[in-house]
């Protein structure tokens, strides 16, 4: 078992819809949570961190945090196509390490 | 720009030949991260760096592959006889603290 689960999607929504995006973590894991951002052939960008529970929002940007569920979650209002990217869940799993899901395709149709 | 550098960006080599990857951090960054990622998964954790000093290291990652930080400032991966499972794309993040922030990444193809 992965100690980082995502939906490996593709998950398709239209344009100026919200697109909830779901992560699981082990609790062997930290509880440093970030959400990264990747475009095809491109390296990953951080769009997102959370460390506490509840939510912490950025322009579109919200990501939810419930330790008790061990479940974090990226919701982006408003989705544009040029939101359509692979969105990584990562945690901090200390020693320096942070432990990457697979990720969660989304396509944004205009 | 002062983000994370990396180079070469693309290197195709011949399967038992070693390969050297450079990696630049965000200047005031003392923590620095190898990944490799290959398509359709995640980044895989290699090593971890806290200044000069290799904090951790996968278990995942054989004696063929080696990285340094001297002086805690730029970092080289060093992969010796490669095997055509090593084509990937190799990562390097800085970080301040937990957040990591990663260069553009080298592909690597084995033939």
């Known amino acids: 078992q992965k100690e980082v689960e995502q939906n490996s999607g593709p998950l398709s929504v239209p344009e100026g819809a919200i697109a909830s995006l779901n992560c699981t973590y082990s609790d062997r894991v930290s509880q440093s949570f970030f959400w990264y951002r990747q475009y095809s052939g491109k390296s990953p960008e951080l769009i997102m961190s959370?460390?506490?529970?509840g939510d912490k929002e950025d322009g579109r940007f919200t990501a939810q945090l419930n330790k008790a569920s061990q479940y974090v979650s990226l919701l982006i209002r408003d989705s544009q196509p040029s939101d359509s990217a692979t969105y990584l869940c990562?945690?901090?799993?200390?020693?320096?390490?942070?432990?990457f899901g697979d990720g969660t395709t989304l396509t944004v149709k205009p | 720009d002062t983000g994370v550098s990396q180079d070469p960006r693309h290197k195709i080599t011949k399967r038992g030949q070693n390969v050297t990857f450079r990696c630049d951090p965000i200047?005031?960054?003392?923590?620095l991260y190898w990944y490799r990622q290959t398509l359709g998964q995640g980044p895989e954790f290699l090593t971890y760096f806290q200044n000069e000093a290799q904090l951790e290291k996968s278990r995942l990652l054989s004696d063929r592959f080696s990285a340094e930080r001297p002086k805690g400032s730029f970092s080289t991966l060093e992969i010796q006889r490669t095997e055509q499972g090593d084509s990937a794309m190799y990562l390097c993040?800085?970080?301040?603290?937990?957040?990591?922030?990663f260069g553009q990444g080298t592909r690597l193809t084995v033939v």
């Open positions: 993040a800085s970080s301040p603290g937990t957040e990591a922030f």
């Open positions: 990562a945690a901090f799993a200390g020693a320096g390490k942070s432990t």
């Open positions: 200047s005031e960054h003392n923590r």
């Open positions: 959370i460390y506490s529970n």
